[in-house]
Each structure stands twice: as structure tokens, then as C-alpha cells.
């Protein structure tokens, strides 16, 4: 499986794991709001060596500071000397630090949103095995989450989505290709 816009998504979600019409997820609407809000959800995951770089010159002790805009999870954060420091804290969109400096904070970058259809998702290309899973929970759970068939495919989704991690962790480990697991 190769990289598909959310169009090709939702369409194999329909027919090749629901069993229906290609179109019985809207991709222009739902289709499009769950890719979105899968990208949301795992940003910290899906995202592959892709990163921010915030410099804050002359920061004041004792002060908040906005991180950017589409940073997501900390990476580290470097002193003056380019050493890691410690001396810092965040809250959400925040950063504070105890001493003034000047300061390099790195981050991995936020998916950008999509807003067609014919995009393709922000993420690394093997989450595309993972995907239609997650638009198939949402199809089938239709805003109740507890019932017993959306309870099987989120299951399958949770699944898939280890599995593919597993992969991209033994690439980042071992150097290897992609491993096709899809089954």
C-alpha cells in the first residue's frame, strides 16, 4: 500500500474493510474531519524527522514565552552553549524559564490540517495501513463508541496502529525497509 489522498482512503475503508459503496463515507466531509483529527490525535507518533526550531534570544528570567505555532511535542531544549537545559517548563502552548538567556527549543512539528480531499495526509507514509481502520471505527461507532461493532474496529485500529509503530521503530533501530504486515 502506497501513500493515498483521503479520498482513496475512505474509498478502501468502504469497500475493502466496511463492504460498502465507495462513497458511504463522505470523504469531503466526515472522510476529511477524521483524517484531520487522526493526525490530531497522533501527531506525536505519525510525525517522522520532522521538526521546529524555536530560537529565543535574550529571554528575561522568571517569564513566559509562546512556542511556535506548529510545534508539538518537546524535544530538548539547548543554552547559549548548545547544551541541554533543563531549567525550563511548559504548559501547552507555553514556555517558562527560570533563567534568563538565550535558548534553542526543538520540537516535532504539528501535522498541517488538510482541507480537501484529493490531499494526502501529514504523516509518514506507513500510517496508510493504518488509517482506513481509524475511518472505519468512526463510520461504524457513528457517535456511540460503546457499541459492540465499533468496539471490534477500534480494537483492529489500536492494533494496526502498534503494529505499525513496531515497524518504524525497528526501521529507526536497524536501518531496514519497510516491512509490508498488512494483512
Known amino acids: 500500500m502506497t501513500e493515498m489522498t483521503v479520498t482513496e482512503l475512505c474509498a478502501y475503508a468502504c469497500s475493502r474493510l466496511l463492504g460498502k459503496p465507495t462513497t458511504y463515507i463522505d470523504a469531503n466531509t466526515e472522510g476529511l474531519d477524521w483524517v484531520n483529527e487522526f493526525q490530531d490525535d497522533n501527531a506525536d507518533k505519525i510525525i517522522y524527522n520532522s521538526f521546529v526550531i524555536q530560537s529565543l534570544s ?21 543554552d547559549s552553549n548548545g547544551e541541554v537545559t ?3 517548563k511548559i504548559d501547552s502552548r507555553m514556555i517558562f524559564f527560570y533563567d534568563g538567556g538565550d535558548y534553542t527549543v526543538k520540537y516535532l512539528a504539528l501535522p498541517d490540517d488538510l482541507f480537501t480531499s484529493a490531499q494526502y495526509p501529514n504523516c509518514h507514509s506507513i500510517f496508510t495501513k493504518v488509517i482506513p481502520y481509524y475511518l472505519a471505527w468512526k463510520k461504524v461507532s457513528n457517535g456511540d463508541p460503546a457499541r459492540p ?35
Open 58 to 78: 535574550n529571554s528575561e528570567a522568571n517569564k513566559w514565552y509562546l512556542c511556535s505555532s506548529d510545534a508539538g511535542k518537546l524535544i530538548d531544549v539547548r
Open 149 to 183: 461493532d465499533a468496539l471490534f474496529w477500534k480494537q483492529l485500529y489500536e492494533e494496526k496502529m502498534t503494529a505499525m509503530l513496531r515497524v518504524l521503530q525497528t526501521q529507526k533501530k536497524f536501518g531496514k525497509r519497510e516491512t509490508d504486515i498488512w494483512r
Open 86 to 88: 533543563y531549567n525550563y
